[in-house]
């Protein structure tokens, strides 16, 4: 099946500062999307972005879909940002294979 | 507009009892899905439906029972609760391409915490 692999796992960025988070998957798809799990574990519907590139407020996102990627940006980092971000790619009908997440802590 | 209602939220079982998650949304959607969190994993599918009366199992669906008699309403069921079903369950929904012309994105319920001792 579809592999989709985030890189950095796990990322600790001071108050204010910028981030990328990358999102690579193994085979052409039809939709991806990027989500933020909070501390109290809801999962927030950030991005969906198949292709071309998407912003709102300070987060940005843009996927390559040819060169099977897609990239999350953070700019001026504030600690309401923690959380896990999740990238997910379709499989058919919809159904979406999740990476295994981007654990970023924001401290003050 | 509830969106994507999970009950319960919370939940602690005994190996081999049995029960039901509910998963209900309120905005026509044809597709719904069944995940599975685990710590340090993304999601895993567990089953899903493209329309009503119709499943099919995801990635991981051994343990596991649906049913969908009504478009709105998504139940998932354990049979025999085993210490391995210990997780967080997210159910979702979405549009199909056939409602919407294109594929659309899924929306997230705000998952039930399922203990099995």
């Known amino acids: 099946g579809i592999q989709v692999e985030q890189s950095p796992p796990d990322l600790i960025l001071q108050e204010g500062a910028n981030s990328t988070l990358r999102c690579n998957f193994s085979?052409?798809?039809?939709?991806l999307q990027w989500f933020h799990q909070n501390p109290w574990g809801q999962l927030i519907n950030l991005f969906y972005?198949?292709?071309g590139t998407k912003q709102n407020g300070r987060l940005s996102a843009t996927t390559v879909a040819t060169e099977r990627y897609s990239l999350l940006y953070i700019s001026s980092s504030q600690t309401t940002d923690s959380g896990v971000y999740f990238c997910a790619v379709e499989r058919g009908n919809n159904r979406l294979a999740f990476g295994k997440g981007n654990q970023v802590v924001v401290i003050p | 507009n509830a969106g994507v209602t999970q009950t319960p939220k919370f939940r602690v079982l005994k190996t081999g009892q049995s029960m039901t998650l509910l998963c209900a949304q309120d905005m026509n959607h044809e597709y719904m899905y069944w995940y599975r969190q685990d710590p340090g994993m993304g999601l895993r599918l567990i089953h899903y439906s493209v329309g009503e009366g119709t499943t099919a199992k995801g990635e991981v669906p051994d343990g596991y029972n649906v049913s969908r008699l009504k478009k709105q309403n998504f139940l998932l069921g354990l049979e025999s609760a085993a210490p391995s079903q210990t997780s967080v369950y997210f159910c979702?929904?979405?549009?199909?391409?056939?409602?919407?012309?294109?594929?659309?994105?899924?929306?997230f319920g705000d998952g039930t915490r399922l203990s099995i001792l």
């Open positions: 972005i198949p292709s």
């Open positions: 979702a929904s979405s549009y199909s391409k056939g409602q919407w012309g294109s594929n659309q994105p899924q929306h």
């Open positions: 085979d052409s798809v039809n939709n």
